[in-house]
């Protein structure tokens, strides 16, 4: 890729968010990073579904350019996820929302 | 996979957010341009940009953030903005509940609401909004002691403080009580809405 640099999966991680917080618009990690195949594993784990909210979009911080997606299943989970990780998702999201993380990311 | 609901402009129920465009006097106008862009922090401009809101306008808020929505279209817009996706988004004990109201001859919008707005930042799970009833789901992460151990109690002391302030009676149900008492969850609902609908039922 020219002039781009490949982040691995195994180097990618998501962060769990502080649910109140979030839904009052600010960001709250909580917990420890996560692997992106680690957590792929458990939203399987957990039975969960990836979600795109109308507002996703994050900016500043570590996670700048990323972000935030819901998990929905037994609870609703909140995690912050980097740009960069958006095409691993493709499975887990429907057409529509794939297309429109894409779009909402594109600078 | 749960389809997304990404770029549904339905109304429905959102009070907080006006679907009648409104119309700005030629003052207005000429106030909110001498604001230059303090006008995005005016109530009065924060209610226009809403009421002529489009899909595009919302597509164009997920590309922005909710910050940058909260400042052009204010934090209750952002905020109801979440409401609306969690409604089409439940959860499985949400479902079950929603199942067991159903049983029960409750419908959805006839009936009751949920993520009903009782105060800035707090939306009940389901609600009888006349004789503010509220009821709310508390899924596994309630129990979990990884939320337990990160400040979950304390939150939800904070949330019933303010059904409480603001003159609401809120039953609280978990998943447990949904999967395993489900004829006891059944009689509290039944119970519920006979005070929440005025003995209707």
């Known amino acids: 890729m020219k002039g781009e640099i490949m982040i691995s999966a195994t180097e990618m991680t998501v962060q769990l968010l502080d649910g ?6 600010e960001i709250v990690i909580v917990g420890r990073p996560v692997i992106l195949q680690e957590w792929f594993r458990k939203l399987v784990e957990w039975e969960m579904h990836l979600a795109v909210m109308p507002l996703s979009r994050i900016t500043g911080g570590p996670y700048d350019g990323g972000h935030v997606l819901m998990a929905v299943g037994d609870a609703r989970l909140y995690f912050a996820v980097p740009a960069a990780a958006i095409p691993a998702l ?3 999201l ?4 794939y297309a429109e993380l894409l779009r909402r990311t594109t600078r | 996979m749960m389809p997304g609901a990404w ?20 003052e207005q106008r000429e106030a909110w341009r001498a604001l230059g862009r303090e006008k995005f922090r005016d109530s009065d401009h924060q209610r226009y940009a809403q009421s002529h809101r489009s899909t595009e306008s919302l597509r164009e808020a997920g590309r922005h953030g909710y910050q940058a929505t909260a400042e052009r279209y204010g934090r209750d817009y ?3 903005l979440l409401a609306r996706h969690r409604r089409e988004q439940p959860t499985r004990p949400e479902r079950e509940m929603q199942g067991l109201l159903a049983e029960l001859g409750a419908q959805e919008g006839r009936d009751y609401q949920r993520e009903h707005k009782v105060a800035p930042g707090v939306y009940a799970d389901f ?8 009821v709310e789901v508390h899924g596994g992460a309630h129990q979990a002691t990884f939320f337990l151990e990160r400040g979950m109690p304390e ?5 019933t403080a303010v059904y409480e302030r603001e003159g609401w009676t809120v039953h609280v149900v978990t998943d447990r009580d949904l999967r395993e008492g489900r004829e006891g969850t059944r009689a509290r609902m039944r119970e519920t809405l006979a005070v929440a609908t005025g003995g209707g039922r």
Do not use: F, H, I
């Open chain 1, 20 to 25: 109140d917080t979030w839904e009052r618009g």
């Open chain 2, 7 to 26: 770029g549904d402009d339905r109304g429905g129920r959102d009070a907080d957010v006006s679907r009648q465009p409104m119309q700005a006097t030629e």
């Open chain 2, 127 to 134: 609600a009888w909004p006349e004789r503010k009833v509220a």
């Open chain 1, 90 to 92: 493709r499975p887990w």
């Open chain 2, 78 to 80: 952002a905020a109801d």
């Open chain 2, 155 to 159: 939150r939800e002391e904070r949330r």
């Open chain 1, 94 to 97: 429907s057409d529509r929302d």
